[in-house]
């Protein structure tokens, strides 16, 4: 019987599994062994090269400033986005006229795709839009944003969150929900303030929504391609030629694509490194 029950489920499971054999664990295990080859024009064809691929990328100026652009990129933005969705999170579960407004408001830029954002905010950074129509309102003055080396950063980071906050806010909405309301109505008898009750109260009871935020949020920005692509193309002066841009790059204007898978794997083994790395604080904060 337990058998039968056994099959069935793997019934029911194999078009899932099939789907991740093809489209995830396939093409990840060929990106490996693809990059440890290179293509050789005097052999007519593709040869082993060992490390060579790595090491070549390990020495070029040009992608050790990317990596460095991805980790001044994901130190930023993440603490800022997880922070303001906490914070929202918390506004929008309170019992307050127009909440759930500013709620819709503020979930609505998830049904725009970060591609069509991207275009919208292209026209906000332009020198005659709408960002520096709003500073000449205020008296000051324009400001170059995505064509500034020091801009170009905090620019994408606010595009960024404005198309992300909104989503990691559902999780932690639903993590405080679970709240035991009995939990918080005892806090406010014993007269705590708002904020002593969201950092003594919510914040410790939703740790694992908040942890999930955590890592997957990263995961998410250190996969960023699309807005850059966009309204960047990796400059000005490389500052915002994120890792997974520059993996494009090689792999379809430079045309390497051994040297770009290599890069994949290298981008895979810092985003585990660093999502490692946030479990180990975790777990260890328990």
Same mark, same amino acid.
């Given at each position: 019987? &337990? ?34 080859? @290179? ?6 064809? /593709? ?13 070029? &100026?040009?992608?050790?400033? =990317? ?27 309170? &019992?307050?006229?127009?909440?759930k407004?500013? /709620? @819709? ?6 049904? @725009? ?43 994408l980071?606010?595009?960024? =969150?404005?198309?992300?906050?909104g989503?990691?806010?559902?999780f932690?909405?639903?993590?405080i ?32 929504p ?22 960047? &193309? ?39 490194a ?13």
């Open positions: 019987m &337990k058998q039968r029950q056994g099959l069935i489920a793997l019934a029911f499971l194999a078009p899932a599994l099939v789907c991740l054999a093809v489209l995830r664990i396939v093409p990840a295990i060929s990106a490996v062994v693809e990059s440890f080859y @290179t293509e050789s024009l005097l052999r007519g064809g /593709r040869v082993f090269a060992g490390l060579g691929n790595y090491t070549d990328l390990l020495s070029n &100026k040009d992608f050790r400033q =990317s990596v460095g652009v991805t980790l001044l990129f994901t130190v930023l933005v993440n603490p800022i986005q997880v922070v303001v969705s906490f914070l929202l999170a918390v506004l929008f579960t309170q &019992k307050a006229a127009g909440s407004l500013w /709620r @819709t408001l503020v979930i609505l830029p998830i049904a @725009t795709p970060p591609a069509v954002s991207a275009v919208i905010w292209s026209v906000i950074y332009r020198p005659d839009g709408l960002a520096n129509g709003v500073l000449e309102r205020l008296g000051l003055p324009a400001q170059p944003f995505l064509t500034s080396s020091g801009q170009v950063l905090p620019s980071i606010l595009l960024l =969150s404005w198309i992300g906050v989503y990691w806010m559902l932690l909405i639903a993590g929900q679970e709240v035991p309301v009995e939990v918080r109505e005892a806090a406010l008898l014993d007269g705590a303030s708002a904020w002593r009750r969201m950092v003594s109260v919510i914040l410790p009871l939703v740790r694992r908040l942890a999930f935020v955590l890592v997957a949020d990263t995961v998410s920005n250190l996969l960023v391609f699309a807005p850059v692509q966009i309204l960047t &193309k990796g400059g000005p002066n490389g500052n915002s030629n994120l890792l997974m841009y520059d993996v494009y790059t090689r792999a379809y204007a430079i045309g390497d694509i051994h040297v770009a898978q290599a890069e994949v794997v290298i981008l895979v083994a810092l985003t585990l660093i999502v490692a790395g946030q479990f180990r604080l975790l777990r260890g904060d328990e």
